[in-house]
Nanobody, 123 residues
């Protein structure tokens, strides 16, 4: 099975930045579309950003457009989420997701999920 490991979460002041990383390993495939989701306390999980593997086509939630940037490295089979201008509304557990099909990731139906990393933004 594919394993996804997130890193880079932590505590940051409002207006600051963090960079999350997700590395995929194992499985039988050689490439995956990847994405980031988040779940704040008391709220449902929501998509943050996604990126296709072949063309690096990106998708962003309206709430993070212009502030967050998703990227991927094909050789390392990894993805990153650069988060700038963070505010308290960004506080959540962030999860990495991956799937052979970009559409599955975008739709929140990815076959593989990481354990999550906590991002806390002080107001």
């Amino acid at each position: 099975q594919v394993q996804l490991v997130e890193s880079g979460g932590g505590l940051v002041q409002a207006g600051g930045s963090l960079r999350l990383s997700c590395v995929a390993s194992g499985g039988t495939g050689s490439s995956y579309a990847m994405g980031w989701f988040r779940q704040a306390q008391g709220k449902e999980r929501e998509i943050v950003a996604a990126i296709s593997w072949s063309r690096a086509t990106t998708h962003y939630a309206e709430s993070v457009k212009g502030r967050f940037t998703i990227s991927r490295e094909k050789v390392k089979n990894s993805a990153s989420l650069q988060m700038n201008s963070l505010n308290a509304e960004d506080t959540a557990v962030y999860y990495c997701a991956a799937d052979d099909r970009t559409s599955s990731v975008v739709a929140g139906r990815a076959g593989y999920w990481g354990q999550g990393t906590q991002v806390t933004v002080s107001s």
